[in-house]
């Protein structure tokens, strides 16, 4: 599990997804949102604006490789 340290009180998903680059921009961290691939403590999470605090575990489950963040 990689941890993600913020120095705001929240980060935004697609953001978080953009700044552990696992997508090259806002765009494709969209689109893998909005196709089901990313759970926010062990839930589906579909909003790219769901804002995320320190001890959120997110995960992105893509066909060739699997990530797990957690932010602190």
């Known amino acids: 599990m990689t941890e993600i ?4 009180p929240f980060i935004k998903l697609d953001q978080l997804i953009k700044f552990a680059g696992i997508s090259y921009d806002g765009a ?11 759970t926010v403590n062990s839930e589906e999470e579909t909003r ?3 804002k ?5 575990i997110v995960i992105v489950d893509l066909d060739e490789e699997k990530f797990e963040l957690k932010v602190v």
């Not at 340290?5 to 705001?8: E, Y």
């Not at 494709?28 to 990313?38: D, N, P, R, T, Y």
């Open 5 to 8: 340290k913020i120095n705001t």
């Open 28 to 38: 494709e961290a969209k689109e893998m949102i909005k196709s089901g691939c990313v």
């Open 48 to 50: 790219r604006g769901r």
């Open 52 to 56: 995320l605090y320190a001890g959120d």
